[in-house]
Structure formats: structure tokens, C-alpha cells
């Protein structure tokens, strides 16, 4: 086995040529990279050395923090700033599997609205790997299937299958969209993931449920860690037949009965579009709400990137 693998020297490469990307955030980024799945269960305290590291990763959050450079003077970032994911409706997830060119949006304030981690880079977009879900790997009693977070682009996914390789797999674009309709047949909601330590940028979509997720839990409990996709739902009661169908694949809890009825919390709705797609009767429609920001869509962000470089 090669002392410095081939994906890291891509690392390297890629973090050198980052804007304000550190030695720290080089460490970080490799450790999270290559060990995720023992990070993950440590953040959300699913493994036995969680309560004696817990004030480790305080400290390391701190200093995360106080970094130069990360946040106005007297402003804090929060781990949701350095660490977090935007919904996607399953068009929206397509299109970003589908990408068939390199990509360059540096700076999506509006579409990420966090301080930190808000750029889609991508290289070699059809380069993607099926990880085995380490939010899933966490639980004692797991959804199935577990190979459903995707890995797309590099340096990341060339990473992951380096490292991992007892864990993750290469798999088809094809592939990549069974993966995403299969998981949205189940209810699982799509989340674009960025981190700070991950070149500031995109790298994933995971498949997410209540139950499992880190990310969705934390958020449930105050950490805004995802971001709406700028759509809430809509239903029309004199099409919906009062069934529930919608209110059992909410992760959101965003949707509840009222009377013979069921009825949107547009506060809690993050407009993934899950409960669209198992409505039987077809009473429920995404609809836009600027007030929740600009949709992942990548074709739009495209096209609107050309047309202001042009």
C-alpha cells in the first residue's frame, strides 16, 4: 500500500490552490475524509468514546471559531456555518447527478445562506461512489439499504474509494439515480452537503431520514444545520382525501391533520417535495417562497452564472 495515496496528493493539490483553506483545515478535512464514519458516530454520540472526547471537539470548535479570517470581528460561527446541507427536491438531486461539465460557483450566498462552505466546485462530476451511510453505520437498528450517500466529484470521491474501500463502491450516474428514487419511494429526503473542512465546498448528497440522520436530528433540536430549498408545500382540500399518506414520510414533521384534511406548518416545511411525489390524489404542489431562499437547481445557477460572466 502507498504511503501517500494518489486522492491526497489531489487533496493537497486542490486545498493548495483554495483561497484562506489552512494546514488546520487540511488536517480536519483528512480526518473527516478519512475516518467519517468514526467521526460521525463521535458527533452524534453514538460510540463509546463520545462522552471523553466530547471536549475535545468543543475545543477544536472554538478554535474553529476564533480563526482569523472566518468571522467578522465580535461574530461566532456556529457549527451549522462550517457544516451543513440544502434540501433538494428529487428534480433538483437529478440535475445535480446529471451534470455532464466542471463547474465553478464560488460564492452562493443566496442559495447557502451560512458563513462558511457554500460553493459548488465540481471536477469530474461523473466520478460518484455509494459510501455506506455513516449516520445509518451509527444506529443499532438501521434503515436499509446502508450504500446510499453519494460521493460526487474530486478529489472526494477518488478519497472516499482510497480509504474506504471496504465501504464505498464506483457506480454509474444511471446508478446514482435509482439510488436517489429508490430512497425517495421510502420517504428519504435528498440534502446537498457542504463542510468547510471539505475545500469549503459541495461533495455529497445524502439520502436522509428522521430516524438515522445526524443532521436532520440536530436540526430538530435547534441546530439549523439545513437549509430550506425555497419551496414550501401546498395542498388543495378539495383534492386531498384526508388519507395521511403524506404526514407518515414527512422528516420534517411539517404536516398534520385537521379534520378531514391535512394541513402544512409552513414554519417546519423545508420543501423537499417527498410528500409530492406520495400524495395518491395529487393534492399537494411545491410552491416558491423567496423569503426561503434561492433553490439548488443547477441548471438555473448555470445559466445565470454565464449570463453574468458573459
Known amino acids: 500500500m502507498k504511503l501517500i495515496q494518489p ?16 494546514l488546520f483545515d487540511f488536517l480536519h478535512g483528512y480526518i473527516y475524509g478519512r475516518w467519517t464514519h468514526l467521526y460521525i458516530a ?17 475545543w477544536v470548535e472554538k478554535q474553529l471559531a476564533r480563526r482569523q479570517g472566518h468571522a467578522a470581528p465580535g461574530e461566532a460561527l456556529s457549527l451549522a456555518d462550517t ?20 463547474i465553478h460557483l464560488p460564492d452562493l450566498e443566496q442559495v447557502i445562506p451560512y ?10 462530476p461523473d466520478h460518484i461512489v455509494a459510501l455506506e451511510c455513516p449516520c445509518r453505520a451509527a444506529r443499532p437498528n438501521p434503515c436499509h439499504p446502508m450504500d446510499v450517500c453519494l460521493v460526487i466529484g474530486e478529489p472526494f470521491a477518488s478519497f472516499v474509494i482510497e480509504h474506504c474501500p471496504e465501504k464505498a463502491r464506483w457506480i454509474s450516474r444511471q446508478e446514482a439515480i435509482e ?11 435528498q440534502h446537498a452537503f457542504f463542510k468547510d473542512a471539505m475545500l469549503g465546498r459541495f461533495y455529497a448528497i445524502c439520502n436522509c431520514c428522521a430516524c438515522c440522520c445526524g443532521a436532520l436530528q440536530a436540526h430538530r433540536q435547534g441546530t439549523p444545520m439545513l ?41 417546519q416545511c423545508m420543501g423537499c417535495g ?6 395518491p390524489t395529487g393534492a399537494i404542489s411545491l410552491q416558491r417562497e423567496p423569503r426561503r431562499g434561492v433553490p439548488l437547481e ?12 458573459g
Request: aromatic content about 6%; some cysteine.
Open 115 to 124: 458563513k462558511k462552505a457554500r460553493a459548488i466546485i465540481l471536477k469530474n
Open 83 to 102: 457544516y451543513h446541507g440544502k434540501t433538494l427536491s428529487l428534480e433538483a438531486a437529478r440535475q445535480l447527478v446529471l451534470v455532464n461539465e466542471d
Open 42 to 58: 463521535i458527533g452524534t454520540g453514538r460510540h463509546p468514546l463520545s462522552k471523553w472526547l466530547a471536549p475535545i471537539a468543543a
Open 274 to 279: 417527498v410528500c409530492v411525489q406520495h400524495c
Open 179 to 189: 439510488i436517489l428514487e429508490a430512497e425517495n419511494r421510502r420517504g428519504h429526503v
Open 298 to 309: 443547477i441548471h438555473t445557477l448555470m445559466k445565470k452564472a454565464a449570463k453574468q460572466n
Open 7 to 22: 486522492s491526497t496528493l489531489r487533496f493537497i493539490t486542490e486545498a493548495r490552490q483554495t483561497p484562506g483553506y489552512s
Open 227 to 267: 437549509a430550506s430549498s425555497g419551496y414550501v408545500a401546498q395542498i388543495e382540500e378539495s383534492l386531498c382525501a384526508g388519507c395521511g399518506a403524506c404526514l407518515a414520510v414527512c422528516q420534517f414533521s411539517a404536516l398534520r391533520m385537521d379534520g378531514a384534511y391535512s394541513q402544512v406548518d409552513l414554519a
